[in-house]
């Protein structure tokens, strides 16, 4: 399995509170992105980067931030979580941007109450 | 975990017999397209991808076809086993930015 681990697995949060995911990587991969997974939604980009501190939007970024400050590390902040942000997060990693395979963590499983 | 699967079409198929799933895509500039395997409470995982100058790809009882005239991608799998119980995703590279967008899912079930 690609070394890529996602922390916290699982949290319960109040509406209205800041959260930060964390997705950690030891395979030295350029690409990092954060997916989120929703019932009838399938898989929805929400931020990837293609560098250190080089971030893009993805095709569901409101109400989300990302930083990568260093190689093996990408942050996702919900700054102010919504319930509509309840969903499993999945963070995944390539070494070849839109022609490369994509390695997904296990996920992060977030309830907004 | 399993609530992924909600509202996701569904494809039942004999154990042994060959499975078909079929994803239409909407991009005419993508030339990368991939298929995603997903079991139950863990992230999905890469089966087999296909570039746009080809029409066909196998692998290891997995096979990709591409029509590009209609923008349809399918994976047929030989030999269906219980194990090929998931959800499965096809995926493109869209406008070639560095994104790979997903598709909405089928859930293959296996029946005994």
């Known amino acids: 399995d690609a070394g890529i681990t996602q922390s916290p697995r699982h949290k319960v949060t109040e509406t209205g509170t800041p959260v930060t995911l964390r997705c950690h990587q030891t395979?030295?991969?350029?690409?990092m992105y954060w997916y989120r997974q929703d019932p009838g939604h399938g898989l929805r980009l929400i931020h990837y980067s293609y560098g250190v501190k080089d971030t893009d939007k993805g095709e569901v970024s409101d109400g989300y931030s990302v930083s990568r400050s260093k190689t093996e590390d990408f942050l996702l902040t919900l700054e102010s979580a919504t319930s509509s942000q309840t969903s499993v997060y999945f963070c995944a990693i390539s070494d070849g941007g839109d022609t490369g395979e994509l390695f997904f963590g296990e996920g992060s499983r977030l309830t907004v109450l | 975990g399993e609530s992924v699967g909600l509202h996701l079409p569904t494809l039942s198929v004999q154990e042994g017999d060959n499975s078909i799933i079929n994803c239409a895509y909407s991009?005419?500039?993508?030339?990368?397209f991939i298929w995603y395997k997903q079991e139950s409470g863990k992230g999905p995982q890469f089966i087999i991808d296909i570039r746009s100058n080809m029409d066909k790809r196998q692998g290891q009882r997995v096979t990709v076809l591409l029509n590009k005239t209609v923008k349809h991608l399918s994976l047929q799998i030989a030999a269906t086993q219980p194990g090929d119980s998931a959800v499965y995703f096809c995926?493109?590279?869209?406008?070639?930015?560095?994104?790979?967008?997903f598709g909405k899912g089928t859930r293959l079930h296996i029946l005994p």
């Open positions: 395979e030295n991969h350029r690409y």
């Open positions: 995926a493109e590279n869209g406008n070639r930015d560095d994104k790979i967008i």
């Open positions: 991009n005419s500039a993508s030339d990368y």
